[in-house]
């Protein structure tokens, strides 16, 4: 080793043994209590030499703090995103029962954290401690949010100076209720804090609200070449329901639309062929859970609020993917001669599943009318032209019978199936009318953005429609 390399060290060396002495005599005697001669001695070192190396005593006690603290903060400071609810609140457990088991594996850290406090005041070291923990803490909430796991009816920093207020408070009277033969998990649970804390945060949502809805005005065009246009409409208030607290739950049968666990989770906007090679699978589970002997997903589309040149935006005008006979046509069109006349008598029945495919839901979800609270005569009919054939959708007029719902926070897991036609309604409505909205309350950091897919399956049930009314 050079004489330079070897000078550099010893100087590390001596470093070293000052702050090894210096966690010894503060942890023992406390901040106040603790002279830097003290240190020099422990150290074997003069007292210059400790002004070499830090400006004052409450530089090597901040430098000290950051070296010995740096195990329990760094985790805290580089939290991998959780990729779930539940698993964002166990990563909270897991981490306050990591902190609790440092104190009690690190006597002389707890002791340092301990005499932080007992300081009494507001000391830069603590607030440099507590501003590495806020900046931390802020970006953990912000996850959180993006999750549905956190509350979003207030703002992040809020929160952020909530959390690290009580933070600092439970570390206060912790401090003030242990010594070197009490830990702090004597006192206090680890599993008890968090469990305190989601109660806290947990994401709050409402039984209802009050939502803007667009429907469709008298002079909505009723033939056009763009598919939904939106351009006359009209917006009504209505009373959202959410769709999680119902009991029982909306069913497909009886409401039109049911919430289901997504046969595909997709954390990122799929491509075509990544799409398209879920389609199998769709059915498979929608013929077991339909007891629907034939099922054929036929298309898709992907859609995004961000506006950006050939990206389909979500629709935000109530509406029907089919007309009265629309269906039974779009099987013809669909199916070969054969798989045609084999289903001709039977009940047809096309539905929607509609999911995220890029983090929860927050501003802009999908709403539904209970399909037994719509009538006939609020459908407009509206031919729309393709460039291989023309096609019927529709359009609904505002009625105040019609009961609205969602399901807010839906998550790459979840998926909506809802019915666009049915055959056989029944004495009710045949497709559930639908529109995308604003939810309130939405989180400004989080408006705007939601990134869906939506799949279109043509199901068959072995119903005889043959003299049927």
């Not at 409450?58 to 539940?86: F, G, H, K, W």
């Not at 007992?118 to 603590?126: A, F, I, K, N, W």
């Not at 099987?331 to 084999?342: C, K, T």
């Not at 890029?358 to 719509?374: K, M, R, Y």
Request: contains cysteine; glycine residues 6%.
């Amino acid at each position: 080793m050079s004489q330079r390399g070897q000078a550099v060290s010893s100087s590390q060396h001596q470093r070293e043994m000052l702050l090894e002495a210096a966690t010894a005599e503060f942890a023992v005697n406390g901040f106040e209590s603790t002279s830097i001669q003290k240190i020099a001695s422990a150290a074997g070192v003069s007292k210059a030499k400790v002004f070499y190396y830090f400006d004052n005593k409450e530089d090597l006690y901040a430098q000290l703090l950051d070296q010995t603290l740096r195990p329990l903060l760094a985790p805290l400071e580089s939290i991998p995103q959780a990729s779930s609810a539940e698993s964002y609140w166990t990563s909270l457990k897991s981490g306050l029962n990591f902190a609790f088991e440092f104190g009690r594996n690190d006597p002389y850290a707890a002791a340092l954290i301990r005499g932080l406090y007992r300081r009494g005041g507001d000391s830069e070291s603590l607030q440099r401690l507590v501003g590495r923990g806020r900046a931390a803490i802020g970006t953990w909430l912000l996850d959180g949010q993006q999750l549905g796991a956190v509350r979003t009816d207030l703002p992040v920093p809020i929160l952020t100076e909530a959390v690290v207020g009580a933070l600092v408070h439970v570390d206060r009277w912790l401090a003030s209720h242990t010594d070197t033969d009490v830990a702090a998990n004597d006192l206090l649970s680890s599993a008890s804090l968090a469990a305190l804390a989601r109660d806290a945060l947990q994401q709050r949502t409402p039984s209802e609200c009050v939502a803007e809805i667009a429907y469709a005005a008298e002079d909505v065009p009723r033939k056009t070449n763009a598919y939904l246009d939106v351009s006359a409409t009209v917006t009504r208030r209505v009373t959202m329901r959410n769709g999680r607290h119902r009991h029982p739950v909306p069913s497909f049968d009886s409401e039109g639309f049911e919430l289901i666990t997504a046969p595909t989770v997709f954390t990122q906007p799929p491509d075509d062929t990544e799409a398209r090679a879920t389609y199998g699978e769709i059915e498979e589970v929608l013929r077991k859970r339909l007891g629907a002997p034939f099922a054929r997903v036929f298309d898709h589309t992907v859609r995004h609020t961000e506006r950006t040149p050939g990206r389909r935006p979500p629709i935000r005008i109530t509406h029907a993917d089919y007309g009265r006979g629309a269906g039974v046509r779009r099987l013809l069109e669909l199916l070969s001669h054969d798989e045609a006349e084999r289903w001709a008598d039977s009940r047809v029945v096309v539905a929607n599943l509609w999911q995220s495919v890029a983090g929860v839901v927050h501003s802009t979800p999908l709403a539904f009318v209970d399909i037994t609270s719509v009538h006939d005569e609020d459908f407009i009919p509206v031919t729309v032209h393709y460039a291989d054939r023309d096609g019927e959708i529709g359009y609904y007029r505002p009625n105040e019978d019609h009961r609205w719902y969602w399901f807010p926070f839906m998550r790459p897991s979840e998926s909506v199936l809802f019915k666009t036609f049915d055959k056989l309604p029944g004495k009710h409505h045949w497709s559930c009318p639908h529109a995308a909205f604003t939810a309130p309350n939405s989180p400004k950091e989080l408006a705007g953005r939601r990134t869906s897919i939506e799949f279109r399956i043509l199901l068959a049930f072995e119903h005889d429609l043959r003299g049927a009314v």
